[in-house]
Every structure is written in structure tokens, then in C-alpha cells.
Antibody, heavy 125, light 108 residues
């Protein structure tokens, strides 16, 4: 059974960089059939895609795709040896306070079929 | 960026009734790339429908999806108590993913 688990600090200071890890079990992040992504949800609000990474077979670092609105601040990376992928979001502000989810998505339909439980990150001094 | 607008914002119905949720796109979306999710409080979204009308594994057949181009619909034929939740549509286009703002389905 595929499982994804987010981890990282629950509190980040303004202007600092958020770093989150998604640990995957039951599948391999190097599986060329799938992409791996990050989505966030501010408290009481809707879902926002942050970005995704595809490990594939052509690169050890993966191919990344980012939301245009966050592209200047986001870095997503992958470590197949640890079966993990990562999110870094720089220059945090209170507007980045949200539950952050990692998810697997299927490139044929571009739908997110497995999700982690999410981790709440609060940006505050 | 393709904007998805869901209506109504809140839908109040009773168990046993039929629910019809709408998702309208600001420009044409490929049927292959339109999905629906259910989210309950404190939980991650769950994939219900992909490719406009294909139910995900384990999703009961009372859930169905339809539509094309800019107008898509999620129908729940006969509401069960566990169906009251928030529903989101999602699309992929122009190398980006966007979600609708959600429809809250509440018990009347």
C-alpha cells in the first residue's frame, strides 16, 4: 500500500526558508510512471498546486515543474536512494501559512491519486 | 492560468437526495485532464474521478462525472451520510494544475 508522509518544522519565521520532506513507502520515487508533487491549503481555504518533479530515467536530479506564482521562491528535489522528495520555499511570509501536502500524480490523467496526511506550517515570529 | 469556478459554494441536501456540482473553466480543458476530489475536515483530499468520468479505485458508483470543454459536473445519485464534505475540481493545462475553490455539501 502506497503511503506518503510529510515532515518538517511546524513554525517558520518570516523571511526564512521552509524545508519539507516527503517520505514514500510502497512505491519508488524513481518509478518512471509517476510524478511527485506538493500542494498547499491555507486554513479554511482551497487547494493550490506548488510544483512537481519527475524522476524518470534520464536524470538523477529529476525534471521540475513549478507554479508560475511561486516559481521564483520554490525548489523541489528528489533523492531516490532515500525514496524521498523535498520542498524548499524561500522568503516566507504569513501568506505561506498553510497545510502542505505531498502527493503522487499520474501523468496520463494529471490527477493526484495518493496524498500524504499533510503538515501544518505556520509563518510567525 | 486556467481558472476553475465551482458552483454552488454551498449545497444543502438530505441523505437520499441527488447532488449536482458544477465546475466551469475559463478556457477549454481536455476531458482527460479534469478530476474531482472529496475532502473531509482534517483529512487530505481523496481522488474520486479522473479523466472527467472515470471513478478511482474503490469509489462507489453513485459518484459520476460528465462534461466537456468548459463545463463539467459531478453527480452523486443518492447521498449517503459519509458524502457530506467539500468537493474540488482540478485541471491540468498549459503546464500547470489549478483547483476550483470548492463546493461544500452539507446536511440539510
Amino acid at each position: 500500500q502506497l503511503q506518503l508522509q510529510e515532515s518538517g518544522p511546524g513554525l517558520v519565521k518570516p523571511s526564512e526558508t521552509l524545508s519539507l520532506t516527503c517520505s514514500v513507502s510502497g512505491d519508488s520515487v524513481s518509478n518512471s510512471r509517476y510524478y511527485w508533487g506538493w500542494i498547499r491549503q491555507p486554513p479554511g481555504r482551497g487547494l493550490e498546486w506548488i510544483g512537481s518533479i519527475y524522476y524518470g530515467t534520464s536524470s538523477y536530479s529529476g525534471t521540475t515543474y513549478y507554479s508560475a506564482s511561486l516559481k521564483s521562491r520554490v525548489t523541489i528535489s528528489i533523492d531516490a536512494s532515500k525514496n524521498q522528495f523535498y520542498l524548499k520555499l524561500s522568503s516566507e511570509t504569513a501568506a505561506d501559512t498553510a497545510v502542505y501536502f505531498c502527493a503522487r500524480h499520474y501523468p496520463v490523467t494529471h490527477s493526484f491519486d495518493y496524498w500524504g496526511q499533510g503538515v501544518l506550517v505556520t509563518v510567525s515570529s | 492560468e486556467i481558472v476553475l469556478t465551482q458552483s454552488p459554494g454551498t449545497l444543502s441536501l438530505s441523505p437520499g437526495e441527488r447532488a449536482t456540482l458544477s465546475c466551469r473553466a475559463s478556457q477549454s480543458v481536455s476531458r482527460t485532464y479534469l478530476a474531482w476530489y472529496q475532502q473531509k475536515p482534517g483529512q487530505a483530499p481523496r481522488l474520486l474521478i479522473s479523466g472527467t468520468s472515470n471513478r478511482a479505485t474503490g469509489i462507489p458508483d453513485r459518484f459520476s462525472g460528465s462534461g466537456s470543454e468548459t463545463d463539467f459536473t459531478l453527480t452523486i445519485s443518492r447521498l449517503e451520510p459519509e458524502d457530506f464534505a467539500v468537493y474540488y475540481c482540478q485541471q491540468y493545462g498549459n503546464s500547470a494544475y489549478t483547483f476550483g475553490q470548492g463546493t461544500k455539501l452539507e446536511i440539510k
